[in-house]
């Protein structure tokens, strides 16, 4: 079956920089679409970033851009989560998501995808 798992996780202080880690299995990690998702307490799950399928873009929300760098290596069947100049705002569970048939309008909708890991929890407190 498919699996996810999270790593990477943390207590950082801001400004500081961290890099989670999701290793898939049970799945041609090549043909789908992987994203990162987070939970803030209190507040909704939100797309933070996604790579398409096959080779396709990378995607961030306006607040990871230019800050966070989502990286994938189908060969060994990993995403990761480049964090810089974190902020007290990004203290949130991070999740790692996949899905095959996802079509470029849906990328951000995390109902959108199937499988999902069981998250990592990254706090940014001074």
């Known amino acids: 079956q498919v699996q996810l798992v999270e790593s990477g996780g943390g207590l950082v202080q801001p400004g500081d920089s961290l890099t989670l880690s999701c290793a898939a299995s049970g799945l041609t990690f090549r043909a789908y679409t992987v994203a990162w998702f987070r939970q803030a307490p209190g507040k909704e799950r939100e797309f933070v970033a996604a790579i398409f399928r096959n080779g396709g873009r990378t995607y961030y929300s306006d607040s990871a851009k230019g800050r966070f760098t989502a990286a994938r290596d189908n060969a060994k069947n990993t995403l990761s989560l480049q964090m810089n100049n974190l902020k007290p705002e990004d203290t949130a569970v991070y999740y790692c998501?996949?899905?095959?048939?996802?079509?470029?309008?849906?990328?951000?909708?995390?109902?959108?995808?199937?499988?999902w890991g069981q998250g990592t929890q990254v706090t940014v407190s001074s």
């Open positions: 998501a996949a899905d095959r048939s996802l079509i470029l309008s849906s990328i951000t909708t995390e109902g959108q995808y199937d499988y």
